[in-house]
């Protein structure tokens, strides 16, 4: 068999979202499991959606995932160009209309946008409410099949704008083999005939991704099933330009589900929860969608969540490195039902990824975070043990400020609702007089805090309990973090007691 070649084919038009991550995943995983490339070919020919900076922002959201092509327009290869546009600009396109025009296959058609318009109400009926361009009406049209020759050409010659279409057979079936689905069967009498190059020259996505799979050697193609419906037009153009059997192996990925059917980039709005890869700037709307890594997650759980959104190893395992992923994936394990997304589940792979991170690992993605914070980087002694004391507290990356600030400086706000139903003259005086104890201990330590704490509660007949959640809201500011001794032990004597002396005054 030869060399497996996979691609993935993004449309530089905005935000990466996680659907697309996954595609790029899925097509990585195939192609690393069986030693192949991992191919990037920018598919930019809509020039009404292409978006500037989109195609850099896919790159950066592969990087960031960790995910490296093979080849792209960035990493170069030797079946380039890799974007679209410029592929066109060689003539490459042109060519093969050409080709299918010569052999019956394609036509000319020059028939306005108002006379389209025209056709759809004039053939409406209340069978066929959206009348289509195929073999019932292309013969009510203009184009190369009604006019003749000499008009043909004449039309072109004064420049006249024109599209080339695909002429639909009207009775066949077309089928084939989904990695995922098995047979597919398509009748082409259903499917219009789809405009393979554009006015401008641009060939559109049905003519463009059988010619660039065909000269880029493409192996296997994964993408959404949303282009299931268009399948027969690649399999037809396959057919008629280079030959069925040389088709790559296709697979139709489900979609990914969100509370309230596909998952669209206006469900993370709503429930808020992130659907894009990094975060995207619409320069257009000015409006900033939030991504997963600026939510905080790790890569290493983004991937590992994706990776079983419709997949799974056939064992309970759930949490996968990129190369374990890599050994287990296998396409017969890819299920066709659409995924779910669910959030919940989402936080839980992230939570148990920080918890499996090395501490020092963990310092190294949170700096960036907190270089211009509060939170002094430059004693990295100290940030280790703190990160040690609240790491596992941590769902997200950007936890890590509020999980661990209050060891740094001094909390400006402190829950006082949480004490304040219980506080009493009682309390106080306990902790008046724990502030002297603690100024006197001379080794400052866990042991020594905890004893003077204890002593003290029972000579005073308190419960130990109900002093603790006052004097961890005295050091934090609210009622969250490691044992709260510990907490003293290390912001220091000092420190200890400043907090609860300010502490008294507010309660
Ligand atoms: N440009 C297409 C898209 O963004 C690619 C589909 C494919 O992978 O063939 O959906």
Known sequence: MSKV???????????????????????????KN???????????????????????????CLKWCGIEPDESPLHGGEYGPYRQSERKELGIYQQY???????????????????????RNDFKTAENPSPQYDHHLRMKMKNSLTLNEDEVNNLIAKGTRHVVRIKMPENEIISFTDMIRGEIKNETSLVDDKVLLKADGMPTYHLAVVVDD????????????????SAPVHVLLWKYLFGADKMPEWAHLPLILGPSGKLSKRDGAKYGFPVFAMNWLDNKTNELTEGFKEKGFLPEAFINLLALLGW?????????????????????????GGAKFDYEKAKWFNHEWIKGLPISDF?????PLIQDSKIDISDTEKLEKIIGLVK???TFLTDFYDQASYFFVTPEILDVDA??????????????????KLSAIENWGLEAIEDVFKNLATEKNIKPGELQMPLRVMLVGGKFGPPVFVIAENIGKAETIKRIENALKVF
């Open 392 to 394: 596992d507290r941590c």
């Open 419 to 436: 004490v304040k139903p219980k506080w009493n003259e009682e309390k106080k005086n306990f902790f008046l007089e724990f502030i002297n």
């Open 214 to 229: 065909y000269l880029m050697e493409i192996t296997h193609a994964f993408r959404g099933e949303e282009w299931l419906p």
């Open 34 to 60: 069986k030693g192949g490339d991992f191919i990037v070919r920018i598919e930019d020919t809509d020039q009404a959606r292409f978006v500037e900076g989109a195609e850099q922002y896919i790159f950066d």
């Open 363 to 367: 310092r190294f993605r949170i700096e």
């Open 5 to 31: 070649r996979v691609r993935f084919a993004p449309s530089p038009t905005g935000g990466l979202h996680l659907g697309g991550v996954r595609t790029v995943l899925y097509n990585y995983l195939f192609a």
């Open 97 to 119: 209309a050409d080709k299918l025009i010569k052999d019956g296959h394609a036509y000319y058609a020059f028939d306005t946008p108002e006379e389209l318009e025209k056709m």
């Open 312 to 336: 799974n190893a056939g064992t309970e395992q759930e949490l996968f490195t990129k190369e374990e992923l890599i050994e287990k994936f296998s396409i017969d394990r890819v299920h066709s």
